[in-house]
């Protein structure tokens, strides 16, 4: 499955190294990232084929981390019959 994966954090030292290494601790492959750094805002697009809550979650122990929001991406490709 693919997420898009929306952050916004404390632009603090160290942040974005930290918020990278809980996606790939979490098992989360990164497929795409645009960042915007007034205030460090992320957008990152993530493959899995586990659980995703428990991103979030740790997601959100991050001192830094304001806000995290996860939503399952739909495919646009659809199967021919």
Known sequence: MTY?????AHNAH??????LGVIR???????GLVAHLQGLQL?????????NQHLI????K???????????R???VREAS
């Open 62 to 72: 991050l001192i830094d981390v304001q806000f995290a929001h996860m939503t399952e």
């Open 43 to 51: 957008a990152i697009t993530l493959e899995l084929s586990g659980q």
């Open 57 to 60: 979650h740790h997601l959100r």
């Open 25 to 31: 601790y979490r098992g989360f492959e990164i497929m």
């Open 14 to 19: 160290g942040i974005l190294e930290r918020i």
């Open 4 to 8: 898009t994966l929306q952050l916004q």
């Open 74 to 76: 739909v495919s646009s």
